[in-house]
């Protein structure tokens, strides 16, 4: 199943999938998110989150206000004016759309990334630093795109470069994924018999794990939509 796709044509799209059940109408909608793109795109995304009764959402909770160097140093470096792209800045709640939030809090992020050897945590700084100073001079949206294509199931060479001892990665995918599949297992054992749509607000990297989550529980994917995240012009 196609999670990002990246074309000349299309430019960057994020495909929103809604997976439904054969016994009971508890259904899911995913929202592959891709945290920097057109405003049009955010726009999209909450005019189709009006549809659900409940969204689960991606956010270390506590974290926007006082992120120090536990948040800010994996986090996806700012893009430059010219590149015409604002940051996600979707609130469910001022919708008027119950949430979820199963995301690490400040307080366990910052725990967490205390156990992290000090020589990955110094690495993704400087990597970090590396790629804001990069972006501001040599990214244009075709660069960009290049990177954003992904599947449910990762190519060859993404298995290839997987780091078993990734303390950085275990933290921000694996461990926060756990909290997200726990969510989604406790709404449908307990909401499974409710006519409700639930959205899925994650970034797209998370999605794959959703995708196999929701197989496993016996959802299929019924209908998609592209939504263009942005498009390629330069």
Same mark, same amino acid.
């Given at each position: &199943?196609? %999670?990002?796709?990246?074309?000349?044509?299309?430019?960057?799209?994020?495909?929103?999938?809604?997976?439904?059940?054969?016994?009971?109408?508890?259904?899911?909608?995913?929202?592959? *998110?891709?945290? &920097?793109?057109?405003?049009?795109?955010?726009?999209? !995304?909450? =005019?189709?989150?009006?549809?659900?009764? /409940?969204?689960?959402? @991606?956010?270390?909770?506590?974290?926007?206000?006082?992120?120090?160097?536990?948040?800010? $140093?994996?986090?996806?470096?700012?893009?430059?004016?010219?590149?015409?792209?604002?940051?996600?800045? %979707?609130?469910?709640?001022?919708?008027?759309?119950?949430?979820?939030?199963?995301?690490?809090?400040?307080?366990?992020?910052?725990?967490?990334?205390?156990?992290?050897?000090?020589?990955?945590?110094?690495?993704? $700084?400087? &990597?970090?630093?590396?790629?804001? !100073?990069?972006?501001?001079?040599?990214?244009? #949206?075709? +660069?960009?795109?290049?990177?954003? $294509? *992904?599947?449910? /199931?990762?190519?060859? =060479? @993404?298995?290839?470069?997987?780091?078993?001892?990734?303390?950085?990665?275990?933290?921000? *995918?694996?461990?926060?994924? #756990?909290?997200?599949?726990?969510? /989604?297992?406790?709404?449908?054992?307990?909401?499974?018999?409710?006519? %409700?749509?639930?959205? !899925?607000?994650?970034? $797209?990297?998370? *999605? #794959?794990? !959703?995708?196999?989550?929701? +197989?496993?529980?016996?959802?299929?994917?019924?209908?998609?939509? +592209?939504?263009?995240?942005?498009?390629?012009?330069?």
């Amino acid at each position: &199943m196609q %999670i990002l796709e990246a074309t000349e044509l299309g430019g960057v799209r994020s495909a929103v999938w809604l997976f439904r059940h054969p016994v009971t109408p508890l259904s899911f909608e995913l929202y592959p *998110m891709v945290h &920097m793109g057109e405003a049009s795109f955010f726009r999209a !995304v909450e =005019e189709r989150l009006r549809r659900c009764q /409940l969204v689960v959402e @991606e956010g270390v909770r506590g974290g926007d206000a006082a992120a120090g160097v536990s948040l800010t $140093a994996y986090r996806v470096v700012s893009f430059p004016p010219r590149l015409r792209l604002v940051p996600q800045h %979707i609130d469910p709640a001022a919708l008027g759309i119950p949430t979820i939030n199963p995301d690490l809090s400040r307080a366990e992020f910052d725990e967490r990334w205390r156990e992290v050897p000090w020589r990955q945590r110094a690495t993704r $700084a400087a &990597m970090t630093a590396v790629g804001s !100073v990069g972006l501001q001079f040599v990214a244009t #949206r075709r +660069w960009l795109a290049q990177f954003l $294509a *992904m599947n449910d /199931l990762p190519e060859s =060479e @993404e298995i290839l470069e997987v780091d078993p001892d990734d303390a950085i990665e275990n933290l921000i *995918m694996d461990q926060r994924d #756990r909290r997200l599949l726990a969510a /989604l297992s406790d709404i449908h054992a307990q909401r499974a018999a409710e006519p %409700i749509q639930v959205g !899925v607000l994650y970034g $797209a990297a998370h *999605m #794959r794990a !959703v995708i196999h989550k929701l +197989w496993a529980l016996g959802y299929r994917p019924a209908e998609g939509t +592209w939504l263009t995240v942005f498009t390629i012009d330069d």
